[in-house]
């Protein structure tokens, strides 16, 4: 078989594009809830991480809260606002 024909047979599996949920600070909603909603939302997200993801968005305005594919960032994303909380989603470059 020649190189030609191998190279013709493989494809180039192209990963789904990521996506970074963020969190916007707010002046609303209590630090608990916050925490509590990031928890809920995302099953993954740790008691101490969801503490250090709304404290960055306290101190800088906004924060990162998971990156994944494009239709868990959305949901994400819909979950923490129908719980009050500003969130966007930006493609992770």
Partial sequence: MSVETIEKRSTVRKHAPRYRVLLHNDDF???????????????SITQPQAVNIMMEAHVSGMALVITCA??????YCETLKNHGLTSTIEPDE
């Fill in 70 to 75: 494009q239709e868990h960032a959305e949901f």
């Fill in 29 to 43: 909603n209590s630090m608990e809830h916050v925490v509590q909603t990031l928890m809920q939302t995302v099953a």
